[in-house]
């Protein structure tokens, strides 16, 4: 049986946001789509990277860790950001991934409720 092919899921809100979500093997094909992806997320203007490797499985391949700093410089340099989500922590360079894990740690642990209805009176 073959392996199961990754895949790659780009949403955009405007141009200036953009979420990247990879699931299943980083292996060459689905580099080579992230990629592509990547330069047309730059081609637009976006301003606003989430890439999220929560759904990945595997290393990132060097290539795809370079364009990812690359990325990160150009985006900060026009006042933007990059975050770089479930992956290895050495990809992230800022604190920003640890912001947002600490948060979704502490909701999770919380296992807050919703609000809770007005009282009738």
Do not use: C, N
Request: aromatic share 2%; charged share 20%.
């Amino acid at each position: 049986m073959p392996a199961p092919a990754g895949s790659v899921q780009l949403t955009t809100i405007g141009s200036a946001d953009v979420l990247l979500a990879l699931t299943g093997p980083v292996d060459d094909g689905l580099t080579d789509r992230t990629l592509a992806l990547l330069d047309a997320v730059q081609a637009i203007g976006a301003t606003h990277v989430i890439v999220d490797l929560a759904g990945a499985i595997g290393p990132l391949p060097p290539r795809l860790r370079d364009t990812l700093a690359k990325l990160r410089v150009h985006l900060e340099s026009d006042s933007g950001w990059l975050l770089v989500d479930g992956g290895p922590d050495d990809v992230e360079g800022s604190d920003l991934a640890r912001v947002f894990g600490a948060y979704r740690e502490v909701l999770t642990e919380a296992a807050l409720p919703g609000p809770s209805a007005p009282a009738r009176s």
